[in-house]
């Protein structure tokens, strides 16, 4: 065999997690719990690529140069992060609604009388005033994202609620991509909540999303509704879905968060590539989820800072058939959280997801939600060198200690970050 040159090499890996085997299909039911550990695990990188994968003492033995050699020895190595719903452009913070919360007010009842993603919308519109300064504000968001594993992120609009800011904010996306290692996908979420100044006049906010969606084609990958009390109705987020779908921009749907008002049915029948909270599903539901060939992205971050404790039913999800992703749904009003160890944390506490499904549900299931499979979420042959390494020495380790960032390094299109 002729021996090859790379340009990085991580060594010694306790254990290797590849989480391979599932770039054409999500992984569902018992293919959940393989995450495809290599002891001793060796990783090869050149030109931003994963090159080769093996036990190290075999790939080393294959090696005629390497530029940079990391030693992962006593540590795990695994897909980066893929953080496949998050609303984390914004202007901002919430903090005061938060201790209101604490008092017991609910976030539907915040959200009525005009606080909540109002209160958001109001901030940002401010804050795109000076887009660079918004732009700066958000870089440090995605340093920090990046410092705690993830390698891409989904990014929602819905905080301009209007033709000008929506088509700012999908700008400020683009440029962020641009200029930050992050992988941004960006989604079109006109239909967040209607803006005050249309209260009183639903059917023209929907005419103006209708406009707007032939304008925002090439910028949004996604088009999602929040169909949810107070929110939108089922049948205006079939309304704006399919119009969306001609267009040739994808579904999502922010559904079944607090109460079920038909968004599952719709976001079934238009194809939907995820569906996403499901907090409030009964049986039925899930059996429609399971034979849709929808993702379900679930947000265990959301119940966990509204205090409801009301988490969607994961392992009767997982025990049907349904691909589940993990998500952190970072926003400033249900979950000011961009870790997405937090998220596994929380997923396995309160879902009783187990430490292996919730590596698959955050990595290989997520690049799933967000059609980046081919390309991301698992470390094979051929995909991006999206890597991080943690400071333990077995996966089991990653939800059990809670609340701390374990990364060690994060390799990002085969740099070092
Ligand atoms: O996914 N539910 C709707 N939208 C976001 C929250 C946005 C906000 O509160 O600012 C969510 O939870
Ligand atoms: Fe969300």
Same mark, same amino acid.
């Given at each position: 065999?002729?021996?090859?040159?790379?340009?990085?090499i991580?060594?010694?890996?306790?254990?290797? %997690?590849?989480? !391979?085997?599932?770039?054409?299909?999500?992984?569902i039911?018992k293919?959940?719990?393989?995450v495809?550990?290599?002891?001793?695990?060796?990783?090869?990188?050149?030109?931003?690529?994963?090159?080769?994968?093996?036990?190290?003492?075999?790939?080393? $033995?294959?090696?005629?140069?390497?530029?940079k050699?990391?030693?992962?020895?006593?540590?795990?190595?695994?897909?980066?992060?893929?953080?496949?719903?998050?609303?984390?452009?914004?202007?901002?913070?919430?903090?005061? !609604?938060?201790t209101?919360?604490?008092?017991?007010?609910?976030?539907?009842?915040?959200?009525?009388?005009?606080?909540?993603?109002?209160?958001?919308?109001?901030? =940002?519109?401010?804050?795109?005033?000076?887009?660079?300064?918004? =732009?700066?504000? =958000?870089l440090?968001? /995605?340093?920090?994202?990046?410092?705690?594993? *993830?390698?891409?992120?989904?990014?929602?609009?819905?905080?301009?609620?209007?033709?000008?800011? !929506?088509?700012?904010?999908?700008?400020? %996306?683009?440029?962020?991509?641009?200029?930050?290692?992050?992988d941004?996908?960006p989604?079109?979420?006109? $239909?967040?909540?209607?803006?005050?100044?249309?209260?009183?006049?639903?059917?023209?906010?929907?005419? /103006?999303?209708?406009?707007?969606?032939?304008?925002?084609?090439?910028?949004?990958?996604?088009?999602? +509704?929040?169909?949810?009390?107070?929110?939108? *109705?089922?049948?205006?987020?079939?309304?704006? /879905?399919?119009? $969306?779908?001609?267009?040739?921009?994808?579904?999502?749907?922010?559904?079944?968060q607090f109460?079920?008002?038909?968004?599952?049915?719709?976001?079934?029948?238009?194809?939907?590539?995820? /569906?996403?909270?499901?907090?409030?599903?009964?049986?039925?539901?899930?059996?429609?989820?399971?034979?849709?060939?929808?993702?379900? +992205?679930?947000?265990?971050g959301?119940?966990?800072?509204?205090?409801?404790?009301?988490?969607?039913?994961?392992?009767?999800?997982?025990?049907?058939?349904?691909? %589940?992703?993990l998500?952190?749904?970072?926003?400033?009003?249900?979950?000011?959280?961009l870790s997405?160890?937090?998220?596994?944390?929380?997923?396995?506490?309160?879902?009783?997801?187990?430490?292996?499904?919730? %590596?698959?549900?955050?990595?290989?299931?997520?690049?799933?939600?967000?059609?980046? $499979?081919?390309e991301?979420?698992?470390?094979?042959?051929?995909?991006?060198?999206?890597?991080?390494?943690?400071?333990?020495p077995?996966?089991?380790?990653?939800?059990?200690?809670?609340?701390?960032?374990?990364?060690? *390094?994060?390799?990002?299109?085969?740099?070092?970050?």
């Amino acid at each position: 065999m002729t021996k090859k040159s790379f340009d990085l090499i991580i060594k010694n890996a306790n254990e290797l %997690i590849t989480v !391979e085997g599932a770039s054409k299909y999500p992984k569902i039911k018992k293919q959940m719990e393989e995450v495809g550990t290599i002891k001793n695990g060796a990783v090869a990188i050149k030109n931003g690529r994963i090159v080769a994968i093996g036990e190290t003492k075999n790939l080393l $033995a294959n090696t005629k140069s390497v530029k940079k050699i990391i030693d992962a020895k006593n540590k795990i190595v695994m897909p980066g992060f893929v953080d496949c719903h998050t609303h984390l452009l914004f202007g901002g913070s919430r903090e005061n !609604e938060f201790t209101e919360k604490l008092k017991g007010s609910s976030y539907l009842e915040i959200l009525k009388k005009g606080g909540g993603i109002l209160n958001t919308v109001t901030a =940002t519109r401010k804050e795109l005033e000076k887009p660079e300064k918004i =732009t700066n504000k =958000t870089l440090k968001t /995605l340093d920090r994202m990046m410092s705690y594993g *993830t390698t891409t992120a989904e990014v929602k609009t819905g905080y301009g609620l209007n033709a000008e800011a !929506e088509l700012q904010m999908l700008n400020v %996306i683009k440029k962020l991509n641009a200029i930050h290692p992050i992988d941004l996908i960006p989604t079109f979420l006109g $239909a967040h909540i209607i803006p005050k100044e249309y209260i009183n006049k639903r059917k023209e906010y929907i005419n /103006l999303l209708l406009e707007m969606l032939p304008k925002i084609k090439k910028l949004a990958k996604y088009c999602d +509704v929040f169909c949810e009390k107070n929110a939108f *109705t089922a049948k205006e987020a079939k309304q704006i /879905l399919q119009e $969306a779908k001609q267009l040739g921009i994808k579904s999502k749907l922010h559904t079944n968060q607090f109460n079920d008002i038909g968004g599952i049915k719709i976001g079934i029948d238009l194809k939907a590539t995820s /569906l996403d909270h499901l907090d409030y599903v009964n049986e039925e539901h899930i059996k429609k989820i399971s034979t849709s060939g929808t993702i379900a +992205v679930l947000l265990p971050g959301v119940p966990f800072h509204l205090m409801n404790k009301h988490y969607a039913p994961a392992q009767k999800m997982i025990k049907a058939g349904i691909p %589940i992703a993990l998500a952190t749904d970072f926003n400033p009003g249900s979950c000011p959280t961009l870790s997405m160890q937090m998220i596994i944390d929380l997923a396995c506490r309160n879902m009783k997801i187990t430490p292996n499904q919730a %590596i698959n549900a955050t990595t290989i299931n997520a690049s799933h939600a967000i059609g980046m $499979a081919q390309e991301i979420g698992s470390i094979e042959i051929g995909k991006k060198a999206d890597i991080i390494i943690l400071d333990i020495p077995n996966h089991k380790q990653l939800p059990y200690w809670f609340g701390i960032n374990l990364i060690k *390094t994060v390799i990002k299109n085969g740099k070092i970050t």
